[in-house]
């Protein structure tokens, strides 16, 4: 990635460069193999025939009535060494001294997330962040209705009967719930789809008001709630810093320090409206830029936008024909960085060293001299470097981030990096023997924990008032930068070839 500084380091490079390189395609709506899966969700223990006291089947649901076509799960001749072995189409695997589930197929997640025995809000967490890998919002209803409308099972005894409708009954509470959740915390998928949410709200209208009044009731309002989603007015306990109003609109007259908290009020509206679902199967890393925005609209965004400040952090430096103008221009963006740094804005410190890093900027010998010189100057933007290193895949950042506290606007790269890296290197399906539909669960597990984390970090707001002057300046940012070859002809020019 880039060249060597000055000591041997790796430079960043834009983001689009370093995060475009790998595809992993993945279907719109599911993953291949899961097609079938659009089947009856199963459930319960009391089955004729069944024993009652079948532990196994009892782990997740009273019972294992079918609610109609159950998916057959394959017979395996022979299963090969170290093989993880399918029970009731669920993967099990020991951590910590609990069992969890590796890997199960659609419907049997969806019973984990609603079975009657108890609620595990992080296993229903994980599968509402990654559901969209295999299937869509709207298939996603149609089986919890379904897991709702469980059939009244024929041919066994009334207390067989009795226990079953316990069940039944605790599962309704168990889907009303977790669409209550979904609402909460993933209402884009709803407000996406009108269709939908008509759907579900005909569905709660017509079930849950007859049945149990007060979750429908519950179910309406979150909808009604999430509607409105009016931006909260957020409460300081201190009023905003005093802001820096500039005479001209002219970043030469801009302080530094108040562009570094423009672009963090910029930036941090930017980052807040990335939605969980733009984080799943790469979506910007597709091939069309079509397809990237339609997939991960707001990912791409942030992305075009390191890429603008980058390169327009080398046009303003090559804007200087003089080398101490040139020079001048480097300490203001190394003083920015450094305000960037007190208030917790990684992105802006990296955008800034990438357009450093960039070629055109990194082959001004003279300029570098110049601010070598400068102890503190140079010490400064050593440091931040060094906090923003890429080696040992950004140590340093990631023990620098766990410290801070918010508001902080992280380097976007490293959780795409990460995701990257979970996606390339774990399948969506189990490779298993004979099956194909058993979803690789654990991934979902590790994917969700990169996701939550970019959830955190959208949460608290910055203190700082609006500059409309500063902040329209760079809205239209893109309008002020250069291509790489532009900037590179400039570069000679301003310091030709010795």
Known sequence: MGGALAGGESRPTPLGHTMTEKRFVVGEKRAEGIGELKSS???????????????RKRFFTASSL?????????????KKENQDK?????????????????????????ERCTNESATDNNFVDTFLLTYRTYLNAG??????FERYNIPDPQGVEDVALQQFNEARKIIRLRVGNL???????????FNDNPEILNRLTDFVNSTYMNTDPSLGKSIIGQIDNSRKTKERENSFSSPPPKSIIPTKDSFDDFDPVEVARQLCIFEQQMFKSIHTKECLNQGWNSKTNEKKLELSPNVTRMIRHFNDVSFWVQAQILSQKKLDLRVKMMKKFIKIMKASREFNNF????EILAGFAGNAIFRLKKTWAKIEKEKKVFDEYSQLKATLAQDHNYKTYRDVLKEVNPPCLPYLGVFLTDLTFLEDGNPNILPLEGRNDII?????????????????????PYNFTKVDMIYNYFDSLASKTMTEAELYSLSLEVEPRE
């Open 66 to 78: 079918s609610t109609g076509n159950m998916i057959k799960p394959v017979v395996v001749p022979k």
């Open 41 to 55: 969700v199963s459930i319960n223990a009391f089955s004729k025939g069944a024993p009652p006291n079948d532990e």
């Open 179 to 189: 669409i209550k959740r979904w609402l909460t915390h993933h209402f884009h998928d």
């Open 347 to 350: 992105n802006l410190i990296q």
């Open 440 to 460: 690789n669960f654990e991934k979902m597990r590790k994917v969700s924990v990169v996701i939550q984390r970019i959830v955190i970090y959208q949460q608290q």
């Open 86 to 110: 399918v029970e009731n189409d669920l993967v099990m695997f020991s951590k910590n001294f609990q069992v969890q589930i590796k890997g199960g197929t659609l419907p049997k997640i969806i």
């Open 139 to 144: 298939e996603l209803l149609e089986m919890l």
